[in-house]
């Protein structure tokens, strides 16, 4: 399916629903089957029949386990034999450290000196060895670079790859799998890896479906890289879903013209105001991230009266020390 190049860079890139499957056949006995979760009272919030698939109780405490343990699973020993290297502010560092113990071989991760010290410590827990760099892309590409160099470590981008895209298409499997005739289904939108692989998987096993995205206000590159038909640079401002300050990449970019049929855009107040409600109603743990993937259902953005729309909560892993919802008033 793919050939690594230069750093960054993958070829020979395209997706399919197969390779889906030929993933999660690949990674099932590793992961967890996450449930699909309902809740009657925020299905008469959003008017519609909400169905969320709880990656905020997978292994590492997110769905990016889905796509690293592929990525890393399908190498060859003589790939694999210098560690696997990887960018990331938290969730794909978290997950490839954990992938590449399994494989018996090191992860050298590069985090932003901003990242959160919660996900900086999930990464040092799981074996990954951290080395910052600055909080842009360009210091993380000259990182990244550099780590690859001295290290022989083969490079596993968070979203720039297609074993990772076709590893996140998986959660989209199962929810179809258990709930066959969804309506829509959305997932955040970040750098696409994710939204990517759910849409192809999506539109591959039911070709009516509706994929939407759903992104912060404040960081809405793939909203307006959608709209003007070239990838925008990223926001500058800043939002509480860390973990979708990413960009689009030509790879994700293209496959997200092609399948995805929204880009809804959220405020920072729908955003922490969905997290309480999932928090509140259905006793669960959603990063901000996950969260931007049901707002716009409960706020009915995109919804209609009676439809069927599956929502992947992306994570789980947030400082609970430092809770965004925290000073929202009782309604």
């Not at 959003?46 to 969320?52: M, R, V, W």
């Not at 990244?144 to 001295?150: C, G, I, K, P, S």
């Not at 709209?227 to 990413?246: C, F, H, N, V, Y």
Request: proline fraction near 5%; charged fraction near 20%; aromatic fraction near 4%.
């Amino acid at each position: 399916m793919t050939a690594q190049g230069s750093v960054g860079q993958v070829v020979d890139a395209a997706v399919t629903l197969g390779h889906i499957r030929e993933a999660h056949a690949r990674i099932a006995a590793r992961i967890h089957r996450t449930p699909v979760f309902t809740s009657m009272s925020l299905d008469e919030i959003a008017g519609a029949q909400l169905f969320f698939k709880c990656e905020n109780l997978q292994k590492t405490g997110s769905f990016k386990i889905r796509g690293a343990t592929n990525a890393v699973f399908s190498l060859s020993d003589e790939e694999a034999k210098n560690g696997v290297a990887a960018p990331s502010s938290g969730n794909h560092a978290a997950a490839m450290a954990q992938a590449a113990r399994w494989r018996g071989v090191p992860a050298y991760i590069v985090m932003p000196s901003n990242s959160s010290p919660a996900k900086k410590e999930a990464v040092r827990f799981y074996g990954g060895q951290i080395t910052e760099c600055e909080p842009n892309i360009a210091s993380r590409e000259a990182v990244v670079a550099e780590v690859v160099r001295r290290t022989g470590a083969h490079l596993v981008h968070p979203y720039n790859d297609a074993r990772v895209i076709a590893g996140q298409g998986t959660a989209a499997v199962e929810l179809l799998e258990e709930i066959p005739n969804l309506d829509m289904v959305i997932t955040p939108a970040s750098g696409g890896g994710l939204l990517s692989g759910t849409s192809i998987a999506a539109k591959g096993m039911r070709p009516e479906i509706r994929v939407i995205g759903g992104e912060p206000l404040n960081a809405d590159d793939a909203y307006r890289s959608l709209k003007s038909g070239k990838i925008e640079d990223a926001a500058t401002a800043e939002t509480m879903a860390d973990g979708l300050r990413a960009t689009l990449c030509p790879l994700t970019f293209s496959i997200l013209r092609e399948n995805v049929d929204e880009i809804c855009r959220v405020s920072e107040d729908e955003i922490a105001r969905s997290m309480l409600m999932l928090w509140e109603r259905m006793k669960i743990v959603v990063e901000a991230s996950g969260a931007v993937a049901a707002a716009p259902a409960l706020f009915r953005k995109i919804s209609k009266p009676g439809k069927r729309i599956g929502i992947i909560l992306s994570g789980g892993n947030l400082d609970l020390r430092n809770l965004p919802f925290a000073a929202i008033p009782p309604r």
